[in-house]
């Protein structure tokens, strides 16, 4: 099994002392070489200076405390770009080349020789990316290829999923899964799950929960936790941040973690659980309705509604709840 990559926090001092030539292992290399690089996949860098890079090449940057891989466009001026995007702003310091990628099991070398085919490909992908209507075009695909279709496919490609309660060892792979599609900011995920979800079963209040492939990667995400996290007034335990990766819907996992939250939820002595839902999400409210979330009193409905509007919230909302019976 390969070796996993240092923590992100350890990861900048070992590459400031890392020898030229030698080579590790790096995750959290931003998304600009998407799609050849996602969130989530690891690059093996062979540590070098800017002499050793050249045109083509992808090159470990960093900026601040920040790393991303970039394809190097010159080296004097030193210049970068994303795969599909413009140049870079000026400055960042390169750390080394990629001479790999690797996304779960599969590892993809990147030799010397690829520059050619990596220059051309940056090339002709940025001047495709930047007209509004390949963007469009590529949305349409997307999501005909995630509908209903493809389900056998993706099963395939996604594997065996896990649905469990998270702990605070799995604050990586969230944070991987909320650079994806979460709106939620990484500092507040990681203060909820070190001070309330990921603590021992006596402790914990409110709880997040995942499903996991084999290799460890987030594909659902959703907690449980009252609104006071985020200053609202309104009382008791709710769903929020229900969100299943667009190559993992329709199998179920939406239902898996709201299940596993009502089930820590009556662990933790509730009386009943609550989700807010944007009246025209579908597929929410099958998800919620399914598992026996019915209507809240309309006052409750009434008084989220204008806690939200006053939050800066647009959509009118459905308050669902589900009552637990002894
Ligand atoms: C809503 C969401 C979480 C559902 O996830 P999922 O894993 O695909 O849902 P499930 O496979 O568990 O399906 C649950 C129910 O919803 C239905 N459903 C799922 N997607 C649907 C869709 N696009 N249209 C209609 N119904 C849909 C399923 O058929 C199932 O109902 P059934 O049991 O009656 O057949 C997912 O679409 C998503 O992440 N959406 C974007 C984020 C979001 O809107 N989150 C909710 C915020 S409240």
């Known amino acids: 099994m390969a070796r996993q990559p240092p923590a992100a926090d350890a990861l900048l001092d070992l590459l400031d002392t890392l020898p030229h030539g030698h080579r590790l292992w790096v995750r959290g290399a ?10 989530g996949d690891a690059v093996r860098v062979q540590r070098c200076g800017m002499e050793s890079l050249a045109p083509g090449d992808v090159a470990l940057v960093r900026r601040g405390r920040q790393l991303t891989a970039h394809v190097v466009c010159s080296t004097e001026p030193w210049t970068t770009a994303s795969l599909l995007g413009n140049l870079d702003p000026p400055g960042g310091e390169p750390l080394g080349r990629v001479v790999a990628v690797r996304r779960g099991r599969v590892v993809l070398p990147l030799p010397r020789p690829s520059r050619p085919a ?7 992908l940025s001047a495709i990316w930047a007209r509004p209507r390949a963007r469009v075009v590529y ?3 997307r999501d005909f290829f995630f509908s209903g279709w493809s389900l056998p496919l993706r099963r395939l490609f996604v594997g065996t999923l896990s649905v469990r309660l998270l702990r605070e060892e799995d ?12 709106v939620v900011s990484a500092s507040f995920l990681r203060r909820q799950l070190r001070e309330r979800w990921g603590l021992r079963p006596e402790e914990r209040a409110g709880a997040a929960v995942g499903a996991f492939d084999d290799s460890g990667r987030l594909h659902g995400f959703a907690w ?16 929020r941040s229900l969100v ?7 199998m179920g996992v939406a239902s898996g973690l709201v299940r596993c939250l009502l089930d820590e939820a009556r662990r933790q002595g509730a009386d009943r659980v609550r989700a807010d839902i944007d009246e025209d999400n579908t ?13 809240a009193p309309p006052s409750l409905t009434q008084r989220t509604n204008q806690e939200w509007d006053a939050a800066g919230g647009s959509k009118r909302l459905v308050v669902l709840e589900r009552v637990f019976e002894d």
């Open 283 to 295: 597929a929410s409210l099958r998800t919620f309705r399914g598992l026996g979330f019915r209507p």
């Open 30 to 39: 931003g998304r600009s070489l998407y799609p050849l690089l996602r969130s």
């Open 139 to 141: 949305r349409h695909v």
């Open 171 to 182: 604050l990586d792979a969230l944070l991987v899964f909320a650079g994806e599609g979460l």
């Open 244 to 250: 299943v990766a667009p190559r993992a819907r329709r």
């Open 118 to 124: 990596l220059w051309l490909a940056h090339r002709g």
């Open 224 to 239: 449980v936790d009252d609104y006071r996290q985020e200053g609202l007034a309104l009382e008791g335990l709710w769903v």
